[in-house]
Every structure is written in structure tokens, then in C-alpha cells.
């Protein structure tokens, strides 16, 4: 059990630096990688312009490649660390370190990681957080592996002892677990008070069995920022309508609801007949900003508009997106920010 002092950070709390990991050819970015690489290279931009990004990289032409393409970008040199590490995919939210942090130090959360449910390969991805703490990159930290499969994408933390997550993940994860059990494992591993679960709310194209970070996501001063659908003529309309009335319910530890901030709706996109998961929820803070997804559809000002209502005080940037929604995430899915002090 983890201590009762450490606790899992809210997004918003000051950060040392964001975890990526940079696509190559023998990723699932293949068949696309100029493109990708090009959003990588303005997400990795954006972010050294608040903090440090440390960036995995497979092998010295992957860091090469890399180097070249942030370069051109414009990216603060200074700012971008490179790791040489072996990993499967690059969606770091999930395959990436879980840190809790306490007056005295941290702790590197390494929860068991089976590629979404075994839907895809991920034992070098599994043995990630391993090899990261034995690079001696961070300080003051303990890192412990837990037995029990989670993704960071599934859990949205406030920072004051409430977990938020969905039903259709976990249950999927743990089948044979009920929800008191799982509340308690959360808890008890999180540091956290209470847990707070969502029964509906999807998103075609998420293979991911709903993550909450594409769906809803805590947000100061008892907030919770998220994807509504306005069009009764799409499919998601019911689903997302009925996920609205139960964040509408859920009470803060005060027993207050708590605002809300409704996001608007892209227009379908496709890719060969398939539709993709084109989620504005899925945006990432960093020191003094938002990045906000942007796929080239009118609603983009809108959402970062809703977004900076809900983070006041923080820069807004549009980061393009629609390339990464090919692999069904954006860009909070493919990154993983580590809190203040944390970093060597």
C-alpha cells in the first residue's frame, strides 16, 4: 500500500518536464511518418518553449532524424533531452511513469501495461519505466512496479484525493474485479481519497475501451472540462448527452457540483471509411499553457477558447492533430509530464 502522504498531482501543479517518445519506422506510424514526425517536431516545439521534454529515441538515426526535424521547428536545443530506450509505441500516457509525489520525495508508479487489454504488443513498452529509472534520470525517487494493469490515459487525478475514471475501461482490464475492489486498488496505490466513476461516454475509433482523458478532464478550482456532442444526428449524441448528466451529478469533497465546461464538437473525420476518435479533452498542460488539439475544423477556436476559460492565467497553443488521430489518440495521449523536482 502506498503511503497515505504521497499523492498523484493534478496536471495543473508546476512540472519538471513531458515524456515522449519519437515515432520511427518500425512503429505503427509507418506507413505516415513524414507527417507525424512533423507534428511531433511542433508538439516537442511547444512544449520547450515552457519546459524541459525529454524524448525517447530507439536507436541513433531515430535521434538524428529527430534532432533535424526540431531544429527545423525551431525547438529550445536546451530544452530537449534525448534517452536512448527500446519501446513498442509512443503513446508515453500510458506506458509511462504514474509519479506521486510527497514533502519528501516521489515515487515512479510502474503499473503492469498489456497494450490496451492485449490488443497489441507491448512488452518492450511494459519494461519502460524500468528502463528509465535505470538511466538515473530523476531524483529523490522510488520506483515500484504494481501488478496490476493500468493506463495513465484512464485516470484523471484533481490533486486533492479524487480519481476520475470510467467503467468501460477498467472493468474491461479487470473483468473479474468489482468496483469496490478497483476503487480501493486505486486508492489505495494513488494516494487518493475517493474515486469517482463514468458508466457512458465513447468515442468511435478509441481503442482504448473509453479512457477518461479523451473524455473528461479535471480542471481548477472544481472543474471538469468535457467532449460534448451538439448534433442529435450523430451517433455519439446519446452517449455523450447521458455522460453530461452524470458529470452533473458527481458532488466535490465539499458536496458541491462542480463546474462545468461543455466542448465542442468536431465534425466527423475518416480515414478509409473508418471514423477517428477526434477528441478537444485530449489537450495537455504544461507551465503556463495549455496545448490544445486543432484538426482543421471550425470548432478548433472554439474548444481552445472553452479550454482557456477553464485555465485561467495559462497561454492557449493549437497544436495540429489530425495526423495523430490516425492511431487513434492525440496529443495528451502521447505524452506524460513528470512534476517539479522530480527530474535530475
Known sequence: MI????????????????????PHAETDWADRLDEVERTFAALASAIARHETVLICVAEDAVR???????????????????????????????????????????????FRFTGWGGKFQASRDDRLIEGLAARELFHNSDHRRVDWALEGGAIES????????????????????????????LCDKLGAERVLWLERGYLQGDD????????????????????????????HFDELRAMHEELAALRTMDGKPFRLHALPWAKAIFDDGRRLAASYANYLIVNGAVLVPAYGDPADDEAARIIAAAHPGRGVVAVPCRSLIWQNGSLHCLTMQLPAGVLA
Not at 521547428?73 to 509511462?96: H, K, M, Q, V
Not at 473524455?215 to 444526428?233: S, Y
Open 3 to 22: 503511503e497515505t502522504a504521497f499523492r498523484l498531482p493534478a496536471e495543473w501543479e508546476p512540472q519538471a518536464g513531458v515524456l515522449l517518445a519519437w
Open 64 to 110: 538524428l532524424r529527430a534532432s533535424r526535424l526540431l531544429q527545423a521547428a525551431g525547438a529550445d536545443p536546451n530544452r530537449c533531452r534525448f534517452i536512448d530506450i527500446e519501446y513498442d509505441d509512443t503513446w508515453l500516457r500510458d506506458s509511462g511513469p504514474i509519479t506521486l509525489r510527497s514533502a519528501d520525495g516521489f515515487v515512479l508508479l510502474d
Open 158 to 185: 484533481d490533486g486533492a484525493g479524487t480519481i476520475l475514471t470510467t467503467w468501460r475501461c477498467l472493468h474491461q482490464r479487470h473483468p473479474e474485479q468489482s468496483r469496490e475492489q478497483m476503487s480501493r486498488m
Open 208 to 235: 482504448t475501451d473509453a479512457h477518461i482523458d479523451t473524455l473528461a478532464r479535471f480542471a481548477p478550482d472544481d472543474a471538469i472540462v468535457f467532449q460534448a456532442c451538439d448534433d442529435p444526428t450523430d451517433p
